[in-house]
């Protein structure tokens, strides 16, 4: 009797101990309802308003680009877009038959949109092609009934009215990639594009703007059930260049028109401003904008002439007879020549067991060296060359701009290379020779040199030595006034001067044949020519084979470098043609055309609004040649 007891009493105890642990957890959950009721009512609040408003960034338009005289050369243009939304078509296969048969799909398309409708929801469009044309858009409309989940959506692409004639300077736009750094939400959007080369990426974050945003109602599912609120983002600033687009046509013309392969740069002397700026061949950069196709690119890989390379700036090549004008710079002001010096050209001389040629086979005779400049002679800088030696051309070739990168703002730029005796010791462990030395007079040897550096150089030689650089953007007055002196004689530089007038205007000098005469308006220049090949010693004494008797590869480069007008210069050129045969029949045509162009367009010197001469050096007055 007592054990029934002893059992019902624990079995109270029990349930009275379940019964309180109810209790209390019941009072907890009723505890926490009403915290999170009452005391978080706001925060949930605010979370569940959060779930069902959906955010949405907006691409705002990017900034317009501009040439110097408010011609438009980057704009943006309607993008119809053919969108397939998987939910609202019973067969997406057989949609995309359908599409195909009104439109043709590649393999690469029909792989990305099937890729595409795997990782997005059922309800999101996706991309089936853009850049549609009204009358595909017009077909697309037409078929609608058997096109169901096809519907046409309109934005904007970028589009370059200029095409390959601009895209070294301008470059492309094209979809954000990984290696790109998400430092704004808008590179998160799908399909954004961004500055990949060129001005386009120099002012990316400039033109690119501030994206807006769209505020929309969604279900449970994200489905957008009403739009809410609408805020436009910020567009792009426009972006205004030196660029004159009729000089960069004018120029790029002249190296298509004979299929030339090089570059030309076009600057005011005065300012560094670049008026004209080409690499050709070219690309077309709306290929990249709307998404350049595998059998495209490998297109232009394969092209031996490097359309995707901007050789203005990162093609590096000797500057054959144009550094000429640096030797003699360098010699005269350390007084290894003067003004009257002469040196006797015989087509060659010898030094040591080693001869050096004339590029003239019976010799210039007895030279000054504004006679040498006129002629290109050899054997003239040779003979400099060897009682200045490398450390004071390379000091004065620094100092017009050859050697360093200029820095305009474009990737991919190189810095050439102008040699002296630690170079060659640090490089090969070696010291520097005297035939070195020679070599590198006439501008060839181990020196390399950019088609920029070589405007710069030309342009700070027609300024009276100021060194201006090269700019995409205009100066303001302020800076112009700042514009550094650099350190030269200025009889000398006039004497050099002298030299490159008589190069282009005296019968039977180098370039003679690409002279003009524009109302008084004469320019002045020189002309280079870079082998890519050694002469050997049995065809000197045969026969040396004439430029287009080679293949194209083996021919010389040519190069010019000049300004006008020649007696108050404005404007400063320099052309290189890859293996164009040489400066004085590929370079100087193409150079000549250009700055004579640049003197048409110009309101200030054209209808005879004025009649320059050249005065030359030994009649200035107040100039007392140096002794």
């Known amino acids: 009797m007592n054990r029934d007891n002893d059992k019902g009493k624990v079995l109270i105890n029990r349930s009275l101990i379940v019964g309180i642990g109810k209790f209390v957890l019941l009072m907890c959950i009723?505890?926490?309802?009403?915290?999170?009721?009452?005391?978080?009512?706001?925060?949930?609040?605010?979370?569940?308003?959060?779930?069902?408003?959906?955010?949405?960034?907006?691409?705002?338009?990017?900034?317009?680009?501009?040439?110097?005289?408010?011609?438009?050369?980057?704009?943006?243009?309607?993008?119809?877009?053919?969108?397939?939304?998987?939910?609202?078509?019973?067969?997406?296969?057989?949609?995309?038959?359908?599409?195909?048969?009104?439109?043709?799909?590649?393999?690469?398309?029909?792989?990305?949109?099937?890729?595409?409708?795997?990782?997005?929801?059922?309800?999101?469009?996706?991309?089936i092609k853009e850049n549609l044309t009204w009358e595909e858009v017009s077909k697309i409309q037409l078929n609608a009934s058997d096109l169901p989940g096809v519907i046409i959506d309109e934005g904007l692409s970028r589009y370059y009215p200029y095409g390959e004639k601009m895209a070294h300077v301008l470059g492309y736009v094209a979809a954000v990639s990984e290696k790109d750094v998400k430092d704004d939400p808008l590179l998160e959007v799908p399909g954004f594009k961004i500055g990949k080369s060129g001005i386009e990426k120099l002012f990316e974050?400039?033109?690119?703007?501030?994206?807006?945003?769209?505020?929309?109602?969604?279900?449970?599912?994200?489905?957008?059930?009403?739009?809410?609120?609408?805020?436009?983002?910020?567009?792009?600033?426009?972006?205004?260049?030196?660029?004159?687009?009729?000089?960069?046509?004018?120029?790029?013309?002249?190296?298509?028109?004979?299929?030339?392969?090089?570059?030309?740069i076009l600057l005011d002397v005065q300012t560094g401003e670049i008026l004209a700026f080409v690499s050709a061949p070219s690309f077309d950069p709306n290929v990249f904008s709307k998404g350049i196709s595998t059998k495209e690119w490998k297109e232009l890989l394969a092209n031996e002439k490097n359309p995707l390379s901007n050789k203005a700036i990162s093609g590096q090549y000797s500057p054959g007879s144009t550094f000429k004008i640096i030797t003699a710079l360098a010699a005269l002001e350390a007084g290894v020549i003067k003004p009257d010096t002469h040196f006797f050209c015989a087509a060659k001389m010898v030094l040591g067991t080693h001869a050096f040629h004339c590029w003239k086979r019976i010799g210039h005779g007895s030279l000054n060296v504004v006679e040498a400049l006129k002629h290109s002679c050899d054997i003239f800088f040779y003979e400099t060359s060897l009682r200045l030696g490398i450390e004071k051309m390379a000091e004065m070739a620094r100092r017009f701009g050859l050697g360093s990168k200029i820095n305009i703002g474009l990737e991919n730029e190189r810095a050439g290379l102008i040699p002296d005796k630690a170079w060659k010791l640090k490089r090969f462990g070696e010291p520097w020779q005297q035939g070195e030395s020679l070599i590198s007079g006439i501008g060839?040897?181990?020196?390399?040199?950019?088609?920029?550096?070589?405007?710069?150089?030309?342009?700070?030689?027609?300024?009276?030595?100021?060194q201006v650089t090269p700019t995409f953007t205009k100066l303001d007055p302020n800076e112009k006034n700042h514009i550094k002196k650099i350190p030269v004689n200025q009889r000398y530089l006039d004497m050099v001067k002298e030299g490159l007038y008589e190069v282009v205007n005296v019968?039977?000098?180098?370039?003679?044949?690409?002279?003009?005469?524009?109302?008084?308006?004469?320019?002045?220049?020189?002309?280079?020519?870079?082998?890519?090949?050694?002469?050997?010693?049995?065809?000197?004494?045969?026969?040396?084979?004439?430029?287009?008797?080679?293949?194209?590869?083996?021919?010389?480069?040519?190069?010019?470098?000049?300004?006008?007008?020649?007696?108050?210069?404005?404007?400063?050129?320099?052309?290189?043609?890859?293996?164009?045969?040489?400066?004085?029949?590929?370079?100087?045509?193409?150079?000549?055309?250009?700055?004579?162009?640049?003197?048409?367009?110009?309101?200030?010197?054209?209808?005879?609004?004025?009649?320059?001469?050249?005065?030359?050096?030994?009649?200035?007055?107040?100039?007392?040649?140096?002794?």
């Open 30 to 127: 009723i505890l926490r309802l009403y915290y999170l009721q009452v005391f978080q009512a706001d925060k949930y609040k605010t979370l569940a308003d959060e779930n069902r408003i959906s955010t949405r960034l907006l691409v705002p338009p990017r900034g317009l680009i501009y040439d110097r005289n408010g011609v438009v050369i980057a704009t943006n243009r309607q993008n119809f877009q053919a969108l397939i939304v998987a939910e609202q078509t019973p067969s997406l296969q057989k949609t995309l038959d359908a599409f195909k048969k009104i439109m043709p799909l590649s393999e690469a398309e029909e792989q990305r949109i099937r890729k595409d409708l795997k990782s997005n929801k059922s309800f999101v469009p996706i991309k």
């Open 205 to 264: 974050k400039k033109l690119r703007g501030k994206g807006g945003n769209l505020k929309s109602e969604v279900n449970a599912y994200g489905r957008v059930m009403k739009e809410i609120e609408k805020k436009e983002g910020i567009p792009g600033e426009r972006v205004d260049l030196t660029i004159d687009v009729r000089l960069q046509e004018k120029a790029y013309d002249l190296f298509t028109e004979k299929e030339h392969s090089g570059a030309a």
């Open 444 to 466: 060839q040897g181990y020196i390399l040199t950019t088609p920029l550096q070589l405007a710069t150089m030309i342009a700070r030689v027609a300024n009276g030595g100021y």
């Open 507 to 627: 019968p039977g000098a180098t370039a003679y044949r690409s002279h003009f005469d524009y109302h008084g308006i004469k320019m002045a220049g020189k002309t280079g020519s870079t082998q890519v090949r050694r002469i050997t010693m049995k065809e000197r004494q045969t026969r040396i084979l004439k430029q287009d008797e080679l293949p194209w590869r083996l021919r010389d480069h040519g190069v010019f470098v000049g300004y006008a007008p020649a007696d108050n210069p404005k404007y400063a050129v320099a052309v290189l043609v890859e293996h164009g045969g040489g400066g004085s029949t590929a370079a100087a045509p193409i150079a000549s055309q250009i700055l004579l162009e640049a003197i048409k367009l110009d309101p200030d010197l054209h209808d005879g609004a004025v009649n320059q001469s050249f005065t030359p050096y030994s009649m200035r007055q107040n100039i007392i040649p140096a002794e």
